[in-house]
């Protein structure tokens, strides 16, 4: 792609496309009887395509408007700040998975799932002033792990049918 | 570096996660005697401290003009929330939980109970 305005429409049909899977995340019934509430991370499919297909700097500024939009729309001040660090680590984590080469896109995309609650609960370590997030932690790294294959195999799914020119 | 390994390592990496996650968990109901007392934060503050020997409902409010609700139940030396405001409902699924350092963290609401033991659990003065 060098067409800078395509560039940029892309980029808007990328966040568009994540904020109506992060709307249709919250009107999906709970898929785990016993830990209800947790999230699939379904706009994550979106940025595990990019990654692969437009690089890093693309991937992460979808990511980042994303957060915010999402914010604005459906959260507060609050939600954001987790929301923000969640998305750092899980960017960071999935990015140097990616580098590495030695993960599919299931191994980068649970990598992002449990990252992004790591950063979450660091989040709310320091604002609700407590250390013991441990439990909550371990419990969010199981769901982490469970949604992120589904998510890496939608990714893959993805990568290997999206046509190149896309 | 071949589908299979890229395969391969996913496993590993997976299973490496859960087994760390569930031995965390198990480690931790393990090792923990019990404690005697709930001390319930909001927001970081100090909201309230309840005898875990006493029997009771408490309902804890949060956020702008207090508009959340977790309602605190101590039963039978067992502390849970019985039903909350909060979108994911983590809270009211976290089993009841009695030993020292146990939490049950409402991440919407920002709401932490936490069992701890305290020295003087016969002092009147807590705020009941
Ligand atoms: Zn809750």
Same mark, same amino acid.
Not at chain 2, 19 to 27: D, G, H, P
Not at chain 2, 37 to 44: A, E, L, Q
Not at chain 2, 102 to 127: F, G, K, M, Q, Y
């Given at each position: 792609?060098?067409?800078?305005?395509?560039?940029?429409?892309?980029? +808007? =049909?990328?966040?568009?496309? /994540?904020?109506? !899977?992060?709307?249709?995340?919250? %009107?999906?019934?709970?898929?785990? #009887?016993? &830990?209800?509430?947790?999230?699939?991370?379904?706009?994550?499919?979106?940025?595990?395509?990019?990654?692969?297909?437009?690089?890093?700097?693309?991937?992460?500024?979808?990511?980042?408007?994303?957060?915010?939009?999402?914010?604005?729309?459906?959260?507060?001040?609050?939600?954001?700040?987790?929301?923000?660090?969640? +998305? =750092?680590?899980?960017?960071? /984590?999935?990015? !140097?998975?990616?580098?590495?080469? %030695?993960?599919?896109?299931?191994? #980068?995309? &649970?990598?992002?799932?449990?990252?992004?609650?790591?950063?979450?609960?660091?989040?709310?370590?320091?604002?609700?002033?407590?250390?013991?997030?441990?439990?909550?932690?371990?419990?969010?790294?199981?769901?982490?792990?469970?949604?992120?294959?589904?998510?890496?195999?939608?990714?893959?799914?993805?990568?290997?049918?999206?046509?190149?020119?896309? | 570096?071949?589908?299979?390994?890229?395969?391969?390592?996913?496993?590993?990496?997976?299973?490496?996660?859960?087994?760390?996650?569930?031995?965390?968990?198990?480690?931790?109901?393990?090792?923990?005697?019990?404690?005697?007392?709930?001390?319930?934060?909001?927001?970081?503050?100090?909201?309230?401290?309840?005898?875990?020997?006493?029997?009771?409902?408490?309902?804890?409010?949060?956020?702008?003009?207090?508009?959340?609700?977790?309602?605190?139940?101590?039963?039978?030396?067992?502390?849970?929330?019985?039903?909350?405001?909060?979108?994911?409902?983590?809270?009211?699924?976290?089993?009841?939980?009695?030993?020292?350092?146990?939490?049950?963290?409402?991440?919407?609401?920002?709401?932490?109970?936490?069992?701890?033991?305290?020295?003087?659990?016969?002092?009147?003065?807590?705020?009941?």
């Amino acid at each position: 792609m060098k067409n800078k305005s395509k560039e940029v429409a892309f980029a +808007g =049909i990328s966040v568009a496309l /994540a904020l109506i !899977l992060a709307y249709a995340e919250t %009107l999906l019934p709970p898929l785990f #009887v016993a &830990v209800p509430g947790i999230k699939m991370g379904l706009p994550n499919i979106v940025i595990i395509f990019l990654l692969y297909r437009r690089g890093p700097a693309f991937a992460g500024a979808v990511s980042f408007i994303r957060i915010f939009l999402v914010a604005l729309l459906f959260g507060n001040a609050a939600s954001l700040i987790y929301s923000i660090c969640g +998305g =750092i680590f899980s960017f960071v /984590a999935m990015l !140097l998975l990616r580098k590495m080469n %030695l993960f599919s896109t299931v191994g #980068v995309s &649970v990598a992002g799932g449990v990252m992004h609650n790591v950063g979450q609960i660091l989040a709310a370590a320091v604002l609700l002033n407590t250390e013991q997030l441990g439990y909550y932690l371990a419990v969010l790294a199981v769901s982490g792990t469970v949604a992120g294959v589904f998510i890496g195999l939608c990714g893959t799914f993805l990568v290997k049918r999206v046509p190149e020119k896309v | 570096m071949t589908e299979k390994h890229r395969f391969r390592n996913d496993m590993i990496l997976i299973a490496v996660l859960l087994l760390v996650a569930f031995s965390s968990i198990v480690c931790y109901n393990c090792f923990r005697s019990t404690g005697n007392t709930v001390t319930v934060r909001v927001d970081g503050t100090d909201y309230g401290v309840y005898p875990l020997s006493v029997n009771a409902t408490k309902d804890i409010y949060s956020g702008e003009n207090g508009c959340n609700l977790n309602r605190l139940v101590i039963r039978d030396g067992k502390a849970y929330i019985e039903t909350a405001t909060c979108p994911d409902g983590i809270c009211v699924a976290h089993k009841p939980i009695f030993r020292d350092g146990e939490s049950i963290i409402c991440l919407p609401n920002r709401v932490v109970v936490t069992i701890s033991t305290a020295d003087h659990t016969d002092t009147p003065d807590v705020i009941m």
